[in-house]
């Protein structure tokens, strides 16, 4: 049972280049979510999905986009890369949403933009 | 506005000293208040969920206490390996299941 696997552990990309990071999770979570992490700040949600085939913009969407492939991943596109984006970003799923439920996360992804 | 703040940012204490660690918030109801630890270049570890005043949780050297205003982490006879960044999470009632998180308490703990 590995929880929350994410790919690629590390990333540089130049400005404007695209990549998409990739999230599985093996424990038949319905909730998923994308939050990225900046030295000084807290976790910031950028997009969630609640259940397989649903997407839904968190605090901070401006500039990705998300796809809820099935109920086991859920991926995060970043369709033009600015150094903005640099960041550690973290996947994590629930078992439900809305109602009060642990959210575990995976060991997150190193994006470097120059 | 729901708000969370953690202090102080950085503790450092000696080994087997004993201390706490707060968590104060601001929501439109409480839901829900999680304690996660996280190391350095990992991703958060969940600890404890509580959800009304005057709950407690404990694990291993941790106890987690809840009030209408703010939460507590108290580490007792900490050891090394309990050195890690310790992160608050609130789920308010108009949030649906998002988290809202404070920004953590480094923890160093000295041999």
């Known amino acids: 049972n590995a929880g929350v696997t994410q790919t690629p552990k590390f990333q540089v990309l130049k400005t404007g280049q695209s990549m998409t990071l990739q999230c599985a999770q093996d424990?038949?979570?319905?909730?998923m979510y994308w939050y990225r992490q900046d030295p000084g700040m807290g976790l910031r949600l950028i997009y969630y999905?609640?259940?397989?085939?649903?997407?839904d913009k968190g605090e901070v969407p401006n500039g990705y986009n998300v796809s809820r492939l099935n109920k086991r991943e859920f991926s995060l596109r970043l369709e033009s890369a600015a150094p903005s984006q640099t960041s550690v970003y973290f996947c994590?799923?629930?078992?439900?949403?809305?109602?009060?439920?642990?959210?575990?996360f995976g060991p997150g992804t190193r994006l470097t933009v120059l | 506005e729901d708000q969370v703040t953690q202090s102080p940012e950085a503790l450092r204490l000696q080994e087997g000293e004993s201390s706490s660690l707060n968590c104060s918030y601001t929501?439109?109801?409480?839901?829900?208040l999680f304690w996660y630890r996280q190391d350095p270049g990992k991703g958060p570890e969940f600890l404890f969920t509580?959800?009304?005043a005057g709950e407690e949780k404990e694990k291993e050297r941790l106890k987690a206490t809840l009030t209408k205003k703010e939460s507590f982490l108290h580490i007792t006879a900490p050891k090394p390996e309990d050195s890690a960044t310790y992160l608050c999470?609130?789920?308010?009632?108009?949030?649906?299941?998002?988290?809202?998180f404070g920004k953590g308490t480094k923890l160093s703990v000295k041999p």
């Open positions: 929501v439109s109801g409480l839901r829900g």
């Open positions: 999905s609640a259940s397989e085939g649903t997407t």
């Open positions: 999470a609130v789920q308010a009632s108009g949030s649906q299941g998002n988290l809202i």
């Open positions: 424990m038949n979570h319905n909730s």
């Open positions: 509580l959800y009304s």
């Open positions: 994590a799923s629930s078992e439900t949403f809305g109602d009060p439920d642990t959210q575990y």
